[in-house]
């Protein structure tokens, strides 16, 4: 997501990236994107980071936001921001709920490990406001229609009934 936001901001295209969380890598690509806009003689605001959020603080960030990647091991986080109406990106590969986003009709995909790629499917729905307001009031009705608790309950049976 890192280069992908540097690739876009190289072409004339300012946003602002907010990383949210935590865990093992957080120092080391935190070191990386500081480095990374000092090289290209970039504003260090440009990307933030901001840890480890409490508990349901996720979903305040996620609604605040225009668009939200998740790079793998889609699951709960998908359908938080696409519960959110947030446009979502993931990356096109199987994972828990993936199947629930289908790609350009309530968010989009990227191939995997490929940050031009990503680059373009976010430079794609920033650009595209109109593409991104459907695909978020798509993404907020699908998922308050397909995720429920019951619902999961329902498929969780049914599969154990096999």
Not at 61 to 80: T, Y
Not at 133 to 157: C, P, Q, W, Y
């Amino acid at each position: 997501v890192i280069d992908a936001a540097l690739e876009l901001f190289a072409k004339g295209r300012y946003f602002r990236l907010v990383v949210v969380g935590g865990g093992p890598e957080y120092l080391s690509l935190r070191e990386y994107a500081a480095l990374s806009l000092k090289a290209a003689g970039l504003d260090d605001n440009l990307i933030v980071f901001v840890g480890r959020v409490p508990d349901g603080y996720d979903q305040v960030w996620l609604s605040a936001a225009d668009v939200s990647v998740m790079g793998g091991a889609v699951g709960l986080a998908m359908n938080v921001s696409m519960g959110c109406g947030t446009a979502t990106i993931i990356a096109d590969e199987t994972g828990s709920d993936s199947e629930m986003l289908v790609d350009g009709v309530n968010g989009l995909r990227f191939v995997p490990n490929d940050h031009y790629s990503l680059a373009n499917r976010i430079d794609r729905i920033l650009l595209d406001e109109k593409m991104r307001d459907a695909i978020s009031v798509s993404a907020r009705r699908d998922i308050l229609a397909n995720a429920t608790v019951g619902k999961m309950v329902d498929g969780l049976e049914k599969a154990i009934a096999l």
